[in-house]
C-alpha cells in the first residue's frame, strides 16, 4: 500500500514528502510488518529523517540484519541468503546470472534433494537395526550401496568439481605473465585487456615494475600482471622489478610464459609456468617446442588461444546443470564433510554389528548438508555469513 505522506520533525515542521510504502507481513522482503519510505534522497534531508526515526526509537540495520532476518522468518534459506551477497559482489555477467540461480534456490533445491533422499536411505539402514531378529540378505545392502553412490555420491562429487570454477566467479584469479625482455608481455596484456594499458617499447627492461588490469576470461574475473623482464641486470631498480616479478609469479593462480621466437635463448622450458606462449611466430627460424601455443601478439594471432588456455587453467570445465555449481568455501567445506560421512558408512554398511556407526556416520552427513541451508544448530554459521554483508541489506 503506498501513501503519499509528509514527515514532521519534533516540532511538526515539515521535513520531507514522499511515499510511504506498507508491507504486511509475510509479504516484506523481512516477512514481517515493513514500512518503505521514499523521499526525495539528498544527504542533508535523508539524515534528518533518520534523525528523527532515531528519536522515535528506530535502530540502525546490523550488516545483513534484514536478509537475516528473512532466513529466520522462513522467506529464503541460508544459500539463498549469502547469494543476495554475491548478487551485490558480481564482477562478471557469468557470476550474477549464477548468483540469480542460487537466490531463486536452485541450488537449495538441490541440497534438499540430496538430503530426502539421505533419509530415506537412513531409514532402510535404522529398520534393520529396529529389527535384527530378521535375516536380511547381502543383496539388500548392495542395493543400498548402489543407491548410495548413484543418488548420493556421483552428484556429491560432480558438485565438488565445480568448486574451483564457482569460486573463481566470485573470487577471481591472479595471472602473471612472466618471461625475458622484450618478448610481448606488454603486447599481450594490451591485447588481452583490449586496451592500451602498459608501454610497449623495443627496448629491453621497459617494465620496471608489476603493471596490474583487470578483466574477464569466460566470466571469471582475473587480474592479470604483466612483470619485468626476467635476466641477469645490473641495474638495481632493474634488480627489483626482476625480484618483485617472481614474487609476484610464485603467488599467482595461474603463470604465463611468454617466448620469441626469433630468440632461442627466451625458450627456457625448464621454467616452471602453467601455460606457454610462443609469440612472434612470423620471425621464426626453428621449429619450436610441442608445449608453446604458437601466437603473433601484434597480428592477434592466438590470442583468442591463450585465453581459452587461460580458462581451462582456471577451472573453467563444461557443467550439465550450472545450479548445481558450487561458489562458496563454505559450501564445499559442508559438502567434503558430508561426502567423508557418507563413504565412512559405506565401509560398514555390510557388517551387522557396525550398522549403527552406518546410521550414525549418514546422519552426520545429512546435518553437514543441513548446515548448507541454515538447518539445524547453525547460529554461529549465521554470524559468520552475516558479517560479510554490506550494512543494512
Not at 549464477?98 to 536452485?106: H, T
Not at 562429487?157 to 573463481?168: I, V
Not at 558450487?326 to 551387522?352: D, F, I, K, P
Request: charged residues 25%; aromatic residues 6%.
Amino acid at each position: 500500500m503506498a501513501t503519499l505522506t509528509s514527515w514532521l520533525d519534533a516540532g511538526g515542521d515539515i521535513l520531507d514528502q514522499g511515499l510511504s510504502l506498507y508491507f504486511p507481513a509475510p509479504y516484506s522482503y523481512t516477512g514481517e510488518h515493513t514500512v518503505e519510505l521514499q523521499g526525495h534522497g539528498g544527504p542533508v534531508i535523508l539524515r534528518a529523517l533518520l534523525d528523527r526515526l532515531y528519536q522515535l526509537g528506530c535502530k540502525p540495520a546490523e550488516p545483513g540484519e534484514f536478509t537475516r532476518r528473512a532466513v529466520e522468518n522462513g522467506k529464503m534459506d541460508l544459500a539463498q541468503a549469502e547469494a543476495v551477497a554475491a548478487c551485490i559482489d558480481a564482477a562478471t555477467i557469468r557470476a550474477g546470472k549464477q548468483a540469480q540461480r542460487q537466490l531463486q534456490g536452485a541450488f537449495g533445491q538441490h541440497i534438499e534433494l540430496l538430503m530426502q533422499q539421505l533419509t530415506s536411505l537412513v531409514a532402510h539402514v535404522e529398520a534393520s537395526l529396529d529389527f535384527p531378529e530378521e535375516e536380511i540378505p547381502a543383496l539388500y545392502f548392495d542395493q543400498l550401496a548402489e543407491k548410495m553412490q548413484q543418488q548420493l555420491i556421483m552428484p556429491i562429487r560432480a558438485m565438488l568439481d565445480s568448486a574451483p570454477l564457482g569460486e573463481r566467479l566470485f573470487d577471481g584469479a591472479t595471472v602473471a605473465i612472466i618471461g625475458a625482455p622484450n618478448v610481448g608481455k606488454s603486447s599481450l596484456l594490451n591485447a588481452l585487456a583490449g586496451r592500451e594499458r602498459a608501454i610497449v617499447s623495443d627496448i629491453p627492461g621497459t617494465t620496471r615494475d608489476v603493471l596490474e588490469v583487470d578483466f574477464e576470461i569466460h566470466g571469471i574475473p582475473v587480474r592479470l600482471a604483466d612483470t619485468a623482464g626476467l635476466r641477469i641486470s645490473d641495474d638495481l631498480i632493474e634488480q627489483e622489478g626482476v625480484r618483485r616479478a617472481e614474487l609476484t609469479a610464485a603467488h599467482a593462480d595461474a603463470t604465463l610464459f611468454i617466448a620469441d621466437a626469433s630468440r632461442p635463448e627466451t625458450w627456457d622450458c625448464a621454467i616452471d609456468a602453467d601455460i606457454f606462449m610462443m609469440n612472434k611466430m612470423d620471425l621464426a627460424h626453428s621449429n619450436i617446442p610441442e608445449r608453446f601455443i604458437a601466437a603473433s601478439v601484434a597480428d592477434g594471432v592466438g590470442v583468442e588461444e591463450v585465453k581459452d588456455a587461460l580458462a581451462t587453467t582456471l577451472g573453467d570445465i563444461e557443467i550439465a546443470d550450472e545450479s548445481m555449481m558450487v561458489t562458496r568455501e563454505r559450501h564445499r567445506q559442508n559438502l567434503l564433510e558430508a561426502l567423508s560421512c557418507v563413504e565412512a558408512g559405506m565401509h560398514t554398511l555390510h557388517s551387522e554389528e557396525k550398522l549403527e556407526i552406518t546410521a550414525m556416520q549418514w546422519r552426520h552427513a545429512w546435518s553437514a548438508l543441513g548446515g548448507i541451508l541454515g538447518i539445524g544448530d547453525v547460529e554461529h554459521i549465521l554470524d559468520r555469513v552475516f558479517s560479510e554483508f554490506c550494512i543494512g541489506k
